[in-house]
């Protein structure tokens, strides 16, 4: 009980200050999206030990690969999306006004760029598939080197600060489940508006990368 309390609190943390911290640098100028989550998910790590993932992906990929103990995954899974809904609840304490009112007055469109800190989505006019497979492409890339560098955090923030410079922000930025279904959560409770689920009538495919 002790233990699962302990990864619980440490996964909690480590992804509300990792979130909260990523989604502050979005909200400056000038905003580089490399250094702003591969620094924020470093220090996210260090607070959370270097036996927290901060992300739902990157724990089942390793409880699956059997370097993450099953029994953990549930208690990982609680702490990863309190903390982001909690990241999320933070930023819209702290975004300025007209940053939190604008969330969804583009929903579907072609302006998404009000859509940091909460969330990510594609380029418009990008093609939903070729998206999908950048996005598994990336996640895969992010996976391996996560399970390879032995809970460092530095090498964890260089990781995805790599694969944000290579693919994109839209791509690599948004590399955890917690933070884009967490965020859409908080944008829609907020406005009561449950269209930032929706991208072209499709279901948020992002938040499964």
């Known amino acids: 009980m002790y233990t699962s309390l302990r990864v619980m609190l440490s996964e909690f943390l480590g992804t509300w200050l990792y979130l909260t911290l990523g989604g502050l640098g979005t909200l400056n100028q000038p905003y580089i999206p490399a250094l702003t989550w591969g620094a924020a998910l470093t220090v996210g790590s260090l607070v959370g030990g270097p036996s927290s993932h901060l992300n739902p992906a990157v724990t089942l990929g390793m409880s699956a690969s059997g370097q993450s103990p099953l029994r953990s995954l549930p208690g990982k899974f609680i702490g990863q999306f309190s903390g982001a809904l909690v990241a999320g609840a933070t930023l819209v304490g702290v975004a300025p006004t007209n940053t939190v009112h604008s969330m969804v007055s583009d929903v579907n469109m072609t302006n998404m760029e009000w859509a940091e800190p909460w969330f990510t989505v ?76 929706m991208f072209y009538d499709v279901w948020a495919w992002i938040p499964l990368a």
Not at 123 to 152: C, E, H, K, N, P
């Open 122 to 197: 594609p380029a418009y006019g990008s093609s939903v598939y070729s998206d999908i497979l950048t996005f598994t492409l990336a996640a895969v890339m992010f996976q391996l080197v996560f399970s390879a560098s032995s809970g460092s955090a530095l090498y964890h923030g260089i990781n995805l600060a790599t694969i944000i410079t290579v693919l994109g922000q839209h791509i690599g930025a948004g590399l955890n489940p917690a933070r884009e279904v967490m965020g859409r959560m908080v944008v829609s409770f907020y406005h009561w508006n449950w269209d930032v689920f």
